[in-house]
């Protein structure tokens, strides 16, 4: 009389398939940017996204508590970025006019440069990756997707 087959896994395999091709296309993208758009400038990953951020905000700006959401840092590790990237000569520090305990964070004349050095890099493997393997519709519907999975992953859990 043969024992019952204990399970082979813990974790039910297709409960973590979208999430196991979320992350896999996440770190496969990330390493493509690092090494086709960022390496090349000579940037830190950290900074070039840091970089991206100021140059996307309004008026590129941002106060550092900002971009520790946006980067998903704390705000030691981003105070630490920030103040790498300010050695560096990228960004600087100025008193946030709406906050006189906050300072915003903006790019430097050498940022812009070292920004428009990766820059078309970096839309380059933008357009080959995403823009040539999906339609309009489909990115429409991917973002839509992402930003319902990023909207739940924020929610406070029920207890």
Not at 35 to 46: I, M, N, R, S, Y
Not at 80 to 107: N, W, Y
Not at 114 to 141: C, K, N, Y
Request: without cysteine; proline residues 8%.
């Amino acid at each position: 009389m043969s024992q019952p087959e204990e399970p082979t896994t813990l974790l039910d395999p297709a409960i973590l398939r979208a999430t196991a091709a979320l992350l896999a296309t996440q770190t496969a993208i990330g390493r493509l940017i690092e090494t086709e758009a960022v390496a090349p400038a000579g940037l830190d990953p950290t900074i070039a996204d840091l970089m991206v951020r100021l140059d996307q905000a309004p008026g590129s700006r941002l106060r550092a508590v900002d971009l520790s959401r946006q980067l998903l840092l704390s705000p030691s590790h981003i105070s630490r970025t920030i103040d790498r990237a300010e050695a560096a000569g990228l960004v600087s520090r100025a008193p946030d006019p709406d906050d006189r305990r906050a300072a915003q964070v903006k790019m430097t004349p050498a940022g812009h440069a070292a920004l428009a050095d990766f820059a078309p890099r970096l839309t380059g493997l933008l357009r080959r990756v995403v823009h040539q393997t999906l339609s309009a519709d489909e990115i429409d519907l991917l973002v839509g997707l992402l930003d319902r999975l990023e909207a739940a992953a924020r929610q406070p859990r029920a207890h």
